[in-house]
């Protein structure tokens, strides 16, 4: 897979594409001016095949794009377009992805929808590119979890940075970041070609079958130690249950059979019951019986309550009517007199506004009050009758109550028996859960070779699978690769004297340290520990050339382009405006390295594309045919870059 052009779309849509045309097969060389955005061409490229947190740049001109898109092609001459919104946030799962013949071109900006997401966009990817259908399984007991290799890791190396390509202290692409060096580990011997899905399922399986056989190997040590208890402790806990009459006639010397056919008779043997059953039965009737009186009992008292209460209410009653009666009786002591007008005041002889009663009402209330205290005085006999037969009740009911718990606690004092069944039976269940779990824990002579059969078993089956992993040896077939890609390495490295690299006999890359490494008559020597930004630039890309040189060669599922960012950085002053104009630069070195750019392009004889952006444009002609674009000034003073400076407008 190649890359043929990158388009960058307005957010409104109105406006043609920025787009930026690559050449499959070939050098390409985007220079010009700090500030244009060369560098973000590697990080939308990277974004556009299913990065999630692309880390695209947010100034106000940045914003004015809506859509990314790159049309790709591959070795079947079929394209594939790659387009992906601009994310509102720090990431997004949507995207537009389309295929087609090699008449495919860049969509228009009303084509580009929301038709795929990135885990189709990746898994469409992988496929064209031939990455099997591997799922990635860790060895067993590994931290970190199982995974589909996919072009989530073949990006990884295909891409340098401007902070990466000068990076002593680490190779590729994002290894920095979390759980990235690791996933190098794991997939570079995949797409080396020194492992593969079945190499992977029969590591897997290997693990499988080794914890299953530390399995079978600690439930066969398990029952040899209880078994071995159990010839202490069995005849022990015979002698326990014999003591409480689980067993009859017990051996004096019983061997270890006997042993575990006692301890089965003892753990079968049913122990007396707790108590007769008519003890059980008469203490619940008795707790019934109890409980009915005790209901009994304040029924009563609750009807007693009533009584008295109606008892007071009618003796207010009564003492209200004597009372009154008392008083109308002196209306008496008037004689005939209590005949006059009721309606003149007998000592002033005025009229009066509101006449008295009259001596003849007055003496009909008194009869009426006189008749209810008669009746009143009639119903108290009957109340006093009716809670005379309460209490009565109510002491029939009390001393029933009192013998029923007398009879109780004769019951309970009397049962020294039960208590003792009771401590027996505790006594019994505890001895019988001890012989339980002895016998539940040793197996017989039968399950302990049952056991020692299926540890032999499991031991056959991971043998054969060490055979065959052994067979595979991944990682001396991943050295052997590795020794392959450092032959071009050493002699690259050579060719553009860097540091050490004279006195080395090999420069290859570490898989262990994900590094560069020199090996010399004095020792190996890392990355890490030689100086200059000059030699970590060039070990960087005599590695990377190496192994795509070596990729491309044995046809393996990596793309085959690789994007350089400022590879000649460390020769000019920090950030230059226009490093063309740098007269002091080592341009003997920078020279040196695009000439082995363009001599591998041309040694791989058009299936590797390398596209490198940097400030830097020599005048060789070789140079020159190999510019994709010049963002510099124009002769009218016109700036270019990735995004047009018009698109702020409006």
């Known amino acids: 897979m190649q ?23 070939a050098l390409n060389i985007l220079t010009g001016e700090s500030e244009t955005g060369k560098s973000e061409v590697l990080t939308i490229v990277d974004y556009c095949l299913g990065r999630r947190a692309p880390n695209l740049p947010d100034d106000l001109i940045d914003q004015t794009v809506g ?24 990431s997004t799962q949507h995207a537009y992805t389309r295929t087609g013949d090699a008449t495919l071109d860049i969509p228009r900006p009303d084509e580009l929808v929301n038709n795929s997401n990135v885990a189709a966009l990746r898994s ?67 797409f080396l070609g020194a492992a593969g899905p079945e190499q992977s399922l029969r590591r897997h399986r290997l693990g499988e079958a080794q914890r299953a056989q530390r399995a079978a190997q600690r439930k ?41 056919s006692l301890l089965h008779q003892a753990l079968s043997a049913v122990p007396q019951a707790t108590a007769p059953h008519e003890v059980h039965d008469r203490r619940q009737e008795l707790n019934d019986e109890r409980r009915l009186l005790r209901e009994q009992l304040q029924d009563l008292d609750d009807a007693l309550a009533a009584v008295d209460r109606w008892q007071q ?52 209330l008194t009869s009426h009050l006189a008749r209810e205290l008669a009746q009143a005085q009639t119903v108290q006999p009957v109340r006093e009758e009716h809670r005379r037969a309460l209490q009565a009740d109510r002491a029939s009911v009390a001393e029933r109550l009192r013998i029923n718990g007398a009879q109780f606690k004769e019951l309970l004092a009397s049962d020294e028996r039960l208590r003792s069944l009771q401590e027996h039976d505790l006594r019994v269940a505890h001895i019988q859960g001890r012989i339980s779990e002895a016998l539940t824990r040793t197996g017989t002579e039968s399950d302990i070779s049952q056991l020692r059969h299926n540890l032999v078993l499991a031991q056959e089956h991971a043998s054969t699978l060490e055979q065959l992993v052994d067979e595979d040896d991944i990682a001396a077939e991943t050295e052997r ?15 553009l004297n860097l540091g050490g690299a004279a006195e080395a006999f090999e420069v290859g890359i570490s898989l262990k340290l994900l590094n560069v490494v020199l090996r010399r008559p004095a020792g190996r020597l890392p990355l890490t520990r030689i100086g200059s930004a000059k030699n970590h630039i060039g070990y960087h890309l005599v590695a990377h050339l190496a192994l795509h040189t070596y990729l491309r060669r044995n046809n393996r ?45 041309r040694l791989n ?39 047009p400076l018009d698109w702020l407008d409006g």
């Not at 307005?10 to 787009?19: C, K």
């Not at 249950?241 to 042993?259: F, K, R």
């Open 3 to 25: 890359l043929l052009a990158l388009a960058l779309y307005h957010r409104d849509r109105r406006r043609p594409p920025r787009v930026l045309r690559f050449r499959p097969g």
């Open 67 to 90: 859509w990314y898109a790159l049309l790709v092609t591959f070795a079947d001459n079929s394209r594939m377009v790659l387009a992906r919104p601009r994310p509102i946030g720090a």
């Open 124 to 190: 469409e990817l992988s496929a064209r590119l031939g990455i099997e259908d591997f799922h990635f399984q860790p060895p067993t007991g590994a931290a970190r979890n199982p995974f589909d290799v996919s072009i989530g890791q073949a990006a990884l190396l295909c891409f340098q940075s401007q902070n990466e390509i000068a990076d002593q202290t680490a190779l590729f692409h994002r290894q920095n970041e979390s759980g990235m060096a690791q996933a190098l580990k794991d997939t570079l011997p995949y």
């Open 220 to 260: 066969l040590d398990d029952a040899l130690r209880h078994q071995q208890a159990m010839d202490a402790n069995g005849l022990a806990l015979v002698r326990l249950a014999e003591a409480e009459g689980l067993l009859a006639e017990v051996p004096a010397a019983p061997d270890i059979a006997e042993v575990l």
């Open 313 to 364: 209410q009618g003796r207010a009653f009564t003492g209200e009517l004597h009372l009154q009666l008392d008083r109308l009786k002196t209306l008496d002591l008037l004689g005939p007199e209590r005949h006059h007008d009721t309606s003149v005041c007998p000592l002033c002889t005025q009229p009066l506004e509101h006449p008295d009663p009259s001596a003849q009402d007055i003496a009909e």
């Open 481 to 495: 690769r590795l020794a392959d890609i450092a032959i071009g390495m050493t002699a690259w490295a050579k060719q």
């Open 557 to 601: 599922p990596v793309p085959g382009f690789l994007m350089l960012d400022q590879p000649t950085q460390a020769f000019f002053p920090e950030k230059p405006r226009d490093a063309s104009t740098i007269q002091d630069a080592d341009w003997a070195t920078v020279t040196a390295y695009f000439e082995l750019l363009s001599d591998v392009v």
């Open 605 to 643: 004889r058009g299936s590797l594309q390398i596209i490198v952006c940097d400030h830097a444009n020599l005048p060789e002609g070789w140079f020159q045919d190999s510019i994709i674009g010049n963002w510099r000034p124009d002769a009218e003073g016109n700036r270019t870059a990735l995004i």
